[in-house]
């Protein structure tokens, strides 16, 4: 069994709310962290932006990630949202298999 852990930023606490309920009622994923204040700083139609975002990192099996990037792309409010995957090497293996036991 493989896991990852997925950063994903949201404009605010209310959307990172939405999309983390949506994915755990859905067992999709066994834990979302939000991280409230970050300060975001890209490319976006030929200008460099600055904002401040939420962070979400979520711990899921690997092999769910279609599923989890297609849930999230469909109630993100971005047009093109981040959906970044690390796979992870080594854990806590009792950590690892409560991620197997809740996820479905």
């Known amino acids: ?21 949506h994915l755990l009622n859905e067992k999709l994923v066994a834990c979302v962290n939000i991280l409230p204040v970050i300060k975001s700083e890209y490319w976006w139609k030929g200008k460099i932006q600055s904002h401040s975002e939420v962070l979400m990192i979520i711990k899921t099996r690997s092999e769910l990630y279609q599923k989890v990037e297609k849930e999230i792309k469909r109630l993100h409010p971005y047009k093109i949202p981040e959906v970044i995957s690390f796979k992870v090497h080594k854990g806590n293996k009792d950590y690892l298999n409560w991620i197997s036991e809740v996820t479905e």
């Open 1 to 21: 069994m493989t896991y990852s852990i997925l950063f994903v930023t949201c404009p605010n606490l209310k959307s990172a709310g939405k999309i983390s309920r």
